[in-house]
C-alpha cells in the first residue's frame, strides 16, 4: 500500500516497487488485472494498481493515449514507485507484413515518426532486464508467438499506406502511440526498460477513417463517442465489432506473456 507522509496530509510518499507496468488503456490490461488480483491505489494521482511478484510488489499504471500523456505519468510513476524495472505494454499496428494479429513483439529499437514531414528519430532506451532473444524463446516455448521488432511512436493513428521511405527497410516495424516516451522516461532515470505489444492490426489492414481521424489523448473513446460514431453511420457496426474482438484477444494475449516473462524479470 502506498503511505503518505505521516501527520499531515499530501501526496503519497515513494513505496519501491519491483517492476511498473505502464499501458494507455484499461482494456489492454484487463485480463492481467482479473488473473493477478490486482489491488487498486486511490492516491497515486493516475489510474493505478498494486499486485504480487514472487515475494516483491508490482504497480501497472494508465497512462492514456498519446506520448505526452505516457510522458507525464512514466515521469510520475518513477518518482512515486521507485521501480528497478519499467515495462510498456500494450496494443499495437504491423507496418508491414510478417507479423499476424494476436502475435507478440518484443522492442529492440524506438523511435519517432512524424508523418508530416516524413521524418524518423531515434529514441534511445536502457538495456531490457533479460536479452530478449531468451524472453522471445520463453514465450515461444509457452506456445505464444514472439518476435523481436522495432517500435515506432507516431503522433496520432496514421494510414501506413500513405507514409515513406524512412519507415522502410526496418526490421518487423510495430506502430504505437506511447512506447518512445515511456524509454525516454526509462532512460532519464537510468531504469531498465522493455517493451510488449500485441498485434491488433497486420500490415495489410488500415485503422477505419472514423477512428483514425476521430481519436483522443486521453483513455479511449467512452459509450457517447463510440454511439456517435454509429448514429453518423450505422454501417461502422463491423469495423467496431472486428477491432473489439482484436482488442480482447490481444489483452488475452499480453496477460498470457506476462505470466510467462514476469517471473523471470
Not at 57 to 66: I, K, N, P, S, V
Not at 172 to 193: R, T, Y
Not at 218 to 230: F, I, K, N
Request: charged content about 20%; aromatic content about 6%.
Amino acid at each position: 500500500m502506498l503511505l503518505r507522509n505521516e501527520g499531515r496530509p499530501g501526496p503519497a510518499a515513494a513505496v519501491p516497487c519491483r517492476l511498473a507496468l505502464l499501458a494507455a488503456l484499461s482494456q489492454e490490461v484487463r485480463p492481467f488485472l482479473r488473473q493477478n488480483r490486482a489491488r487498486p491505489l486511490s492516491d497515486a494521482g493516475f489510474p493505478a494498481w498494486e499486485f504480487p511478484v514472487g515475494t516483491a510488489r508490482g504497480c501497472l499504471a494508465l497512462t492514456g493515449m498519446g506520448e505526452a500523456a505516457a510522458g507525464r505519468v512514466a515521469g510520475r510513476a518513477v518518482a512515486l514507485w521507485l521501480p528497478e524495472i519499467i515495462i510498456s505494454l500494450g496494443f499495437g499496428g504491423a507496418l508491414l507484413p510478417g507479423l499476424a494479429p494476436g502475435q507478440l513483439v518484443l522492442g529492440a529499437s524506438y523511435g519517432r515518426y512524424d508523418p508530416h514531414t516524413g521524418k524518423l528519430l531515434k529514441v534511445e532506451a536502457p538495456a531490457p532486464p533479460r536479452p530478449l532473444l531468451e524472453l522471445a524463446e520463453k514465450l515461444e516455448s509457452a506456445g505464444l508467438a514472439a518476435d523481436i521488432g522495432c517500435f515506432i511512436s507516431t503522433p496520432g493513428i496514421i494510414h501506413k499506406e500513405r507514409q515513406g521511405g524512412a519507415l522502410q527497410g526496418l526490421a518487423q516495424p510495430v506502430l504505437d502511440l506511447e512506447s518512445a516516451a515511456v524509454a525516454a522516461a526509462a532512460a532519464a532515470a537510468g531504469i531498465s526498460f522493455l517493451a510488449l505489444r500485441v498485434i491488433t492490426d497486420a500490415g495489410g489492414e488500415e485503422i477505419p477513417d472514423f477512428l483514425r481521424e476521430g481519436w483522443e489523448p486521453g483513455y479511449g473513446p467512452g459509450l457517447g463517442q463510440a454511439l456517435g460514431w454509429l448514429a453518423r453511420d450505422p454501417r461502422r457496426l463491423g469495423s467496431m465489432l472486428h477491432l473489439w474482438r482484436r482488442s480482447r484477444l490481444g489483452a488475452e494475449k499480453l496477460n498470457q506473456a506476462l505470466q510467462v516473462l514476469l517471473p523471470l524479470l
